[in-house]
């Protein structure tokens, strides 16, 4: 079946714009994360939704960043007045169930990669 | 906070020769995954070991997750160029899981 999907592929904006990068995940996976990657850097946690739960959002780096799901499904992460340090890869994955170790894999997808000029 | 280490941040060899990377995690793990990136691409999921003490292979690659649950290994023999990427560890602590910094593996022209 069908990956994890993130859209834009590519974003190039300006200093102080707003961008909205869109993640719609494998059907049926009820847990999604978001994750940003500098350039040679590894992974950072952004925020995870699973299910119906509320959202922890503990890796929410300032209140520019806010992300929401709707009917448990496609994922959006805003960034609000984006600064050049914002510039990096942003990643998405979901998971089949998240409390089941056995299930727990994670499917990314290809990623947005933003450029903040 | 949980942390999983992961070292050592680069391994550059020559091809043909085996390559490894390690993670310590400050607390025991119920499980841990390894993903592979390849430059430009996206983690992708190799394996998870989930009993103490346990030993994957799949082809050249060996995972190893400690007794303690708290550390484990992947070991590449023979390094081939298509080896070339990042390898991440991530280790499901009480919550969810936690991600090594990546072993980006590189060979030697």
């Known amino acids: 079946g069908a990956g994890v999907s993130q859209s834009p592929s590519n974003k190039v904006t300006e200093k102080g714009k707003d961008v909205e990068l869109r993640c719609d995940p494998i059907s049926g996976h009820t847990a999604l994360y978001w994750y940003r990657q500098s350039l040679g850097q590894g992974l950072e946690f952004l925020i995870y939704?699973?299910?119906?739960?509320?959202?922890?959002k503990s890796g929410l780096p300032s209140d520019r960043f806010s992300a929401e799901r709707t009917g448990g499904s496609v994922s959006t992460l805003t960034i609000q007045r984006t600064q050049q340090e914002d510039s990096a890869v942003y990643l998405c994955?979901?998971?089949?169930?998240?409390?089941?170790?056995?299930?727990?894999?994670?499917?990314f997808g290809a990623g947005t990669r933003l450029s903040v000029l | 906070g949980q942390q999983v280490m992961q070292i050592p941040q680069y391994q550059h060899v020559q091809e043909g020769e085996d390559f490894t990377t390690y993670c310590n995690s400050s607390t025991t793990l119920s499980n841990i995954q390894w993903y592979k990136q390849r430059p430009g691409g996206h983690p992708v999921f190799l394996i998870q070991l989930v009993k103490s003490g346990e030993v994957k292979k799949q082809k050249r690659l060996t995972f190893q997750f400690g007794e303690a649950k708290k550390n484990s290994s992947l070991h590449i023999t023979a390094t081939q160029t298509t080896d070339v990427g990042t390898y991440f560890c991530?280790?499901?602590?009480?919550?969810?899981?936690?991600w090594g910094a990546g072993t980006k593996l590189i060979i030697k022209p």
């Open positions: 939704f699973q299910g119906n739960s509320a959202p922890d």
């Open positions: 994955a979901s998971s089949p169930r998240d409390s089941d170790s056995a299930k727990n894999i994670q499917y």
């Open positions: 991530a280790g499901r602590g009480n919550y969810q899981l936690i």
